[in-house]
């Protein structure tokens, strides 16, 4: 349950969190901020936007990070504790003003890769118009003044930086070539005719190496500029644009966006219009779509009031055509974003159908570990509001510059290996391009 507090006298420590640490949060309205990437660290870029509109991170006051089968439920505790203990101070109101974490979580409960939840010093955010600053600082709950002398006073807007020269990189199959995808892929069909599992996402992985000291904000520029309509993110080097909407809850509304079932864009106006077409009425991809909606009015349902959901649409990305559906419901438990994110993952859109059988042949048939790739990230706010992507169309660059980029397809009975493979080339351009 989320019982939205911003300011708490008394902090409790948690198991998840032994010292809570208290934030002072200060959030005061700029002049409007047309881009918001110049501002951010080149090597430690924290970003969240659509459209133009967004949050933009710098710093860390606070890092928290989760491992395991429970580490969404454990951050949606360790956030209530932390969003509680917080003296926020808020005059914009905006989704993203105020106090707000940034967030990606490791796809697989055995992942080694860590989820986290990272308050950045500085936010500098924009919807609609209208821009914000907000400034973090930390307290030790125990301690009797704030570490670093408390909040800063509302001042200047930190200064955009030069970006670092070009670089081009080269993408390399990583541990599951195309051929092998393609085996794999067979496999799966062999394993659904055989009644062992009736959908499986099934992806594959690209490598590269970065320059050291590379600017990662002009990748961020490409995809955001490329993939206006997508979420643009980065978060502790994990990066993308991606089209899927996890959950969003806002003022008590919660909507989703899935997608599932993908075709080519066509070469002209009209090849492009019956790609479209022959999607929308494919029994194949109709039935690998109506997977993924049923996993997410399913998980959704007991937290929500008046959830519906509309027919199924063709989405246009640059790249390729989804098929889409918009879900949407009141929220009727208090329940958190990060909470509603803990019931919806992972959905069929990105594991399969049934759940734990898909999940046992990704498993067995991917050699590598998806870290936080088709896994949410997004954001959460001191009221347990919050955006969170499904991140797809993402690449997790290391501490020493190694790129992994990731792309998949949901495989149903009818699903050919080599219209598979192709699919994971078109999903692959966004990172492929903003890279290369
Ligand atoms: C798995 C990915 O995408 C997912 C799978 C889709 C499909 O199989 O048609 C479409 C959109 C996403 O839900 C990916 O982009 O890597």
Request: net charge negative.
């Amino acid at each position: 349950m989320w019982s939205p507090s911003v300011k708490s006298e008394f902090v409790t420590p948690t198991a998840a969190s032994p010292a809570v640490q208290a934030l002072t949060v200060e959030t005061t309205p700029l002049d409007d901020v047309r881009q918001l990437i110049p501002f951010l660290d080149p090597r430690h870029p924290l970003l969240w936007l659509r459209r133009g509109d967004g949050i933009a991170g710098v710093g860390e006051a606070v890092r928290l990070e989760f491992t395991g089968p429970t580490r969404v439920t454990d951050a949606a505790d360790a956030w209530r504790t932390l969003a509680a203990a917080a003296t926020v101070t808020d005059p914009v109101r905006l989704p993203g003003s105020g106090l707000v974490a940034f967030g990606s979580f490791a796809f697989a409960d055995e992942s080694e890769q860590a989820s986290v939840l990272i308050v950045p010093r500085v936010v500098i955010g924009r919807r609609a118009g209208r821009s914000w600053l907000t400034r973090v600082s930390v307290a030790d709950a125990s301690a009797e003044a704030p570490r670093d002398g408390g909040a800063a006073p509302a001042a200047a807007l930190p200064k955009p930086t030069a970006f670092g020269p070009e670089f081009r990189l080269t993408m390399a199959p990583g541990q599951l070539s195309a051929a092998g995808y393609g085996e794999a892929v067979a496999s799966v069909v062999a394993r659904i005719a055989a009644g062992e599992v009736g959908k499986v996402v099934l992806s594959r992985e690209l490598r590269a190496h970065l320059p050291a000291g590379a600017d990662v904000r002009r990748a961020l520029v490409e995809l955001a500029l490329g993939y206006s309509d997508c979420w643009t993110f980065a978060v502790d080097g994990f990066v993308g644009a991606s089209p899927e909407t996890l959950v969003r809850v806002t003022a008590g509304r919660v909507d989703a966006q899935v997608l599932a079932g993908t075709a080519a864009r066509g070469a002209n106006a009209e090849t492009d219009a019956r790609a479209a077409t022959t999607l929308s009425a494919s029994s194949k991809d109709r039935a690998e779509h109506a997977f993924a909606v049923d996993s997410v009015l399913e998980s959704l349902r007991p937290h929500t009031r008046a959830l519906e959901s509309s027919a199924p649409f063709t989405l246009k990305l640059p790249n390729l055509w989804h098929l889409a559906t918009d879900v949407v419901g009141t929220l009727a438990d208090g329940s958190s974003a990060l909470d509603l994110v803990a019931a919806l993952h992972p959905t069929a859109a990105v594991a399969g159908t049934p759940r734990a059988a898909a999940l046992a042949v990704i498993r067995e048939l991917e050699p590598f570990d998806r870290g936080r790739y088709a896994g949410p990230t997004g954001w959460i706010g001191a009221d347990g509001s919050g955006e969170w992507a499904v991140a797809l169309r993402s690449a997790q660059i290391a501490p020493d510059g190694d790129l992994t980029a990731y792309a998949g397809g949901g495989i149903v009975a009818d699903s050919d290996p080599v219209l598979e493979v192709a699919e994971t080339t078109m999903k692959f351009r966004p990172i492929v391009e903003a890279f290369g």
